[in-house]
């Protein structure tokens, strides 16, 4: 028998939680370069910036042509946009240097998929790229042990908000973050929030151990 899904996002009921997401008018697009192995994962956070934000594009792949296919030249052209990724030359979003940054490029994986997506797509390395100096705790509490600085890609998108359009109200995102956590431990005996499936999440800190030269 087929298995129910949500047509929104494509979650089971157990998971979906398309119900609790409002919506949140940022005037920045965000435009998220998601891995393919994060797009039916149960615990990515994409599918609620999806639900929630007003202006997000979210384009799956890895190298230049799946992306170009997406039309990424298209995005970056009509626009300043910021990466948001740390690295040995980004500057500190909190710094005051984001003023003439109308778009934020995202990266939705693990740290070395993200860095692989970063590898293969080299016009990428030319873009103003961003860190936090001071990123707040991570309230995912679906990872086992984050490390300092980790968010979910969801929580590094809120704090970039938060952080450059102030007047813009992040609640909602926060708020389906939590649904989201809330159902997974529900429904998800003990025995299975093992180590096999961890939520991905990128420590948006310069100085951290991923944060290597390029
Ligand atoms: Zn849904």
Not at 74 to 97: I, Y
Not at 126 to 150: E, T, W
């Amino acid at each position: 028998m087929a298995r129910a899904t949500c047509a929104r996002c494509g979650m089971h009921p157990n998971t979906c939680v398309c119900d609790e997401c409002e919506r949140v008018d940022n005037s920045q697009r965000v435009v998220v370069l998601q891995h393919p192995s994060e797009v039916s994962h149960s615990k990515g956070t994409v599918r609620v910036l999806r639900q929630c934000l007003a202006r997000i594009d979210v384009l799956v792949g890895e190298d230049q042509t799946s992306f170009a296919r997406q039309g990424l030249e298209g995005l970056l052209s009509k626009t300043r946009t910021g990466l948001l990724f740390p690295s040995a030359d980004s500057q500190p979003v909190e710094g005051g240097a984001t003023s003439d940054i109308d778009q934020w490029l995202v990266l939705d994986g693990t740290w070395r998929k993200a860095a692989k997506i970063l590898h293969l797509n080299p016009q990428l390395g030319q873009l103003p790229c961003f860190h936090f100096a001071d990123p707040p705790v991570s309230q995912y509490r679906i990872r086992k042990a984050p490390r300092a600085g980790q968010l979910s890609t969801l929580e590094a998108v809120a704090h970039l908000l938060t952080l450059t359009e102030p007047d813009t109200d992040i609640a909602p995102l926060l708020n389906a973050q939590e649904a989201l956590v809330r159902k997974r431990l529900a429904f998800v005996p003990d025995g299975h929030r093992d180590s096999r499936h961890q939520a991905s999440g990128i420590a948006y800190a310069c100085g951290q151990p991923q944060c290597k030269p390029r």
